[in-house]
């Protein structure tokens, strides 16, 4: 289907305005390297929070949803868990005042407050800005698949020779790609975090109309009786059992020939054994969770903040604005689709493509004039995420790279114009890379299976363990993610054949995830206790402005020693009881705007209770504790004989 011109005018326009903006924008963010990377730490926190889920809102991520929520019907919430969705409770909890406290730039300089600036913590410096750019690269080439898929369904094709596209079928999606990410690259690179932000904001505002309209949408043209005529019996359960026990070929009518194709995509999964996958989601998920966040976007945002306390606030903000809005458009698709297989997929029935739903679904249901703003909302969703991707790569390599190890005493201006090469080359490598990807699948399940196995158990040790080391982070991240890609290799090569259907059937990025993690154990612990622990003053001062729980007893005992009015945090309890109400507020968030679409009013009310219920614990034992737990500010911990201790004594 090929747009509107009222269509095309409307993505035009706001492909325009978004630029200006950028570029409007960008005095202020070129002034120094804080106001390019960290908006000069000024930005209210609730609008840090409508951008980060901005950025959230990507449309590979949404098209993910789409799907599963389709053919998993209600125990599809869960699934996000693989990534896992509830850190941002963790983060809300605990975990963003944490890291804000460090007051530092990046992920990488934040392990300078943890180890120092010895040779282990050179070394963990370096590994994090390796795994820090590993990890933006896979993301955008995620982006790549996405925002590809969805515009060559809209767009006339570029390339129309019958033998090139016998030969290479994703071209056009490719290129479409390739013009968008151009057209993105052009305001993040100009105005770093203060035009990420300001776009975001705006994009937000487009995604939430397009969101409602096409919810709304799918409750005028689809009954009830519609819905039940096309789902299988279980679909709208969330119970989670052993088993899946959902049989698309029970379905009656013309849709059932088509639909067994559901069966076989579940077969492929490895889902069916939902039990089994439920749990190793919630093992894996709770220590990446723990872990605190990638060096990502997320992190960024968290270091922008003001203080410890609007980061904590921040990341509440992204679950409250991200989810209702985004899970009441997946649900509108989805019903759409479903009820329509017959003309979505006249040419793929016996090979459907989920990842296309989307697209197929605004091309045969959105009226003129609605398309060109939801489009304009769906593209706006792809440059959210990868301009916030963007945004947080270059800050390790000029930062923590350029600015460390080649030219430290360069002027501000200096390093804002090293920030646009480094923004364009991380560009140029996402999308080389995102060609040779074949699903956007495919690129979700190698980042959050495989890649962040190596990256999880040194970052819980990290804030923990007080005898963990700059050696113990280094070795444990190089064994994590030096395994994660030998199994890839030899599991492409057929090497490990285990790895396809154990535990998990065909799952083979899951059931890899406990031997990466076992593996990064090993090397934590070998390297740590073979080499010396951090300094006294290293870790009394990490201990006293941060202030973790955890096994910290020998470095408080030397703390209070020299500042005997220091508290200990003693809310270990309270943050793990406000997690779980926390998760429970979250699914919430998800379940309920799909069981609105769905007319399920009786669920759709016991969800409204329930969110009223934890809403109303975190309240009071979360929300209104956040001054007693993170508004103070920690004075400067000065410890005799230590050289800054000497420096501000004369």
């Given amino acids: 289907m090929n747009l509107h011109v009222i269509d095309i005018g409307i993505i035009l326009l706001y492909l325009a305005s978004t630029i200006f903006i950028g570029f409007y924008i960008s005095k202020k963010a070129s002034k120094n390297m804080n106001n390019y990377f960290l908006g000069g730490n000024r930005i209210p926190w609730w609008v840090l929070g409508i951008s980060d889920a901005s950025g959230m809102f990507d449309i590979s991520g949404t098209l993910l949803l789409v799907y599963w929520l389709s053919v998993y019907g209600m125990k599809s919430i869960w699934i996000p868990w693989i990534w896992p969705v509830f850190n941002q409770i963790f983060l809300m909890v605990y975990l963003s005042p944490w890291l804000r406290r460090s007051n530092v730039m990046t992920g990488a300089e934040w392990m300078k407050t943890r180890f120092g600036t010895g040779r282990g913590a050179n070394l963990s410096h370096l590994i994090v800005v390796i795994f820090a750019l590993i990890s933006v690269i896979g993301f955008l080439s995620y982006g790549f698949k996405g925002i590809g898929k969805f515009a060559v ?29 151009g057209v993105t690259t052009l305001y993040v690179v100009k105005g770093g975090m203060m035009s990420v932000v300001a776009t975001e904001v705006v994009q937000y505002c487009i995604l939430s109309i397009s969101a409602i309209a096409i919810g709304v949408i799918a409750m005028v043209h689809v009954s009830p009786e519609m819905i039940n005529s096309v789902l299988p019996e279980g679909w709208k359960s969330m119970a989670v059992s052993m088993n899946l026990n959902l049989d698309w070929s029970t379905v009656h009518s013309t849709v059932a020939t088509k639909v067994v194709a559901f069966n076989q995509w579940i077969k492929t999964d490895g889902y069916s054994v939902f039990g089994l996958f439920f749990g190793m989601m919630l093992f894996k998920g709770f220590f990446v969770a723990a872990a605190g966040p990638a060096p990502n976007y997320d992190m960024q945002r968290i270091l922008s903040t003001r203080n410890p306390k609007e980061a904590a606030k921040m990341n509440s903000m992204v679950s409250i604005v991200l989810n209702p809005t985004r899970y009441f458009m997946v649900a509108g698709i989805s019903v759409l689709a479903l009820t329509n297989f017959d003309t979505l997929y006249k040419s793929s029935i016996t090979s459907p493509d989920f990842e296309g739903i989307l697209s197929e679904v605004l091309a045969n249901y959105v009226p003129v004039g609605l398309l060109g703003l939801l489009m304009a909302g769906f593209i706006a969703a792809f440059m959210s995420n990868f301009a916030a991707t963007v945004n947080a790569a270059p800050a390790y390599i000029v930062n923590d790279i350029y600015k460390r190890y080649i030219n430290p005493n360069a002027d501000q201006k200096k390093y804002v114009r090293m920030s646009y090469i480094a923004s364009i080359a991380v560009v140029v490598v996402g999308i080389t890379t995102g060609f040779f990807v074949e699903s956007i699948n495919q690129a979700a399940l190698w980042i959050v299976a495989s890649l962040w196995g190596g990256y999880t158990a040194a970052n819980v040790l990290k804030w923990y363990w007080w005898r963990f080391n700059g050696y113990g982070y280094f070795w444990g991240m190089v064994s994590g993610i030096a395994t994660s890609l030998i199994l890839l290799l030899l599991n492409n090569l057929g090497l490990v054949p285990f790895l396809n259907d154990w535990p998990l059937p065909s799952n083979p990025s899951m059931n890899s995830f406990p031997f990466i993690f076992l593996n990064s154990i090993i090397g934590c612990f070998v390297a740590t206790l073979l080499t010396k622990p951090e300094s006294d003053e290293v870790l009394m001062k990490f201990y006293h402005n941060v202030r973790p729980w955890g096994f910290w007893k020998p470095i408080y005992e030397k703390v ?44 759709f009310v016991l969800c409204i209770g329930i969110l009223i219920i934890t809403t109303l614990v975190l309240k009071f034992n979360w929300w209104d504790k956040l001054d007693s737990s993170y508004g103070d500010e920690r004075t400067e911990l000065l410890i005799p004989g230590s050289e800054h201790a000497a420096t501000k004594k004369q």
Wanted: glycine residues 2%; proline residues 7%; positive net charge.
């Fill in 560 to 603: 209070i020693k020299v500042d005997p009015a220091f508290v200990a945090n003693k809310n270990f309890k309270r943050d793990m009881s406000n997690i779980a109400v926390g998760i429970i507020w979250q699914i919430t968030l998800m379940a309920t705007p799909v069981f609105l679409v769905l007319r399920e009013y009786q669920s």
């Fill in 153 to 181: 369904a809209f767009l006339p094709a570029l390339v129309t020779n019958p033998e090139t596209l016998l030969q290479y079928p994703q071209i056009n999606a490719n290129l479409y790609a390739l013009i968008l990410m």
